[in-house]
């Protein structure tokens, strides 16, 4: 099985910067996705990491450690437009191809 | 391009009634998902499709629901009888490949409301 923790609400205020922890425990491992949704809207792709380090998508970054079993999704120059919830999704090797797992989801509020 | 397309987006139901979703994948995209949200399970695969071909139902909740996709742009979701509990919003979404698997695409998503 597969289970993913992330915390349930981050608040800051704009210009600030917020980073998201996902731990994960899954039998074998394909990489560990992020996605942002709005309320009312449909959750949309951010970043992917399958090795180890940090990958930079303009005020985004997520990065990943493969030998602790966790992530993070790190938002700069926060915005109110990046209040939102944060999901990590991760796909077990064990698995069937499509299978991905969704955390529970972090909200993020902006203040300003 | 136009992305997944999903309908009805809204529908309001009594519970025992047949409600069936509807999805358009993005074209060229060879696998299909049905995921379920709500505040109490978060985002549930329910069965996904590649090729037209159904994969992994595991996430299926019960014979009550059913998936299929007859052809490459279309697809849908049945829940027969609905019950209150079914009350959700249902994703579909798509992706064009293993090689570029790991980005999946979501519709807008159909909100279920099962009274």
């Known amino acids: 099985g597969q289970s993913l923790e992330q915390p349930s609400e981050v608040t800051a205020v704009e210009g600030a910067i917020v980073q998201i922890n996902c731990t994960y425990q899954?039998?074998?491992?394909?990489?560990l996705s992020w996605y942002q949704q709005h309320d009312g809207g449909a959750p949309t792709f951010l970043s992917y990491n399958a090795l180890d380090g940090l990958e930079e998508t303009g005020r985004f970054s997520s990065f990943l450690s493969r030998s602790d079993s966790y992530g993070y999704l790190l938002l700069q120059e926060l915005q109110m437009k990046d209040s939102a919830s944060y999901f990590c999704?991760?796909?077990?090797?064990?698995?069937?191809?499509?299978?991905?797992?969704f955390g529970a989801g972090t909200q993020v509020v902006v203040t300003p | 391009d136009a992305g997944v397309i999903q309908s009805p987006r809204h529908e309001v139901t009594e519970m025992g009634q047949e409600v069936t979703l509807r999805c358009k994948p993005i074209?060229?995209?060879?696998?299909l998902f049905w995921y379920r949200q709500t505040m109490m399970r978060g985002l549930e695969l329910l069965i996904y499709f590649n090729n037209n071909v159904p994969i992994d139902d595991s996430g299926m909740p019960e014979d009550r629901f059913s998936a299929k996709m007859p052809n490459a742009s279309f697809s849908t979701l049945k829940i027969q009888p609905s019950e209150p509990r079914d009350s959700a919003v249902y994703f579909c979404?798509?992706?064009?490949?293993?090689?570029?698997?790991?980005?999946?695409?979501f519709g807008e998503g159909s909100w279920l409301t099962v009274v």
């Open positions: 979404a798509s992706t064009p490949d293993r090689a570029s698997g790991n980005t999946i695409y």
């Open positions: 899954t039998s074998g491992f394909y990489g």
């Open positions: 074209s060229g995209h060879d696998y």
């Open positions: 999704a991760v796909r077990a090797s064990t698995d069937s191809w499509g299978k991905f797992q």
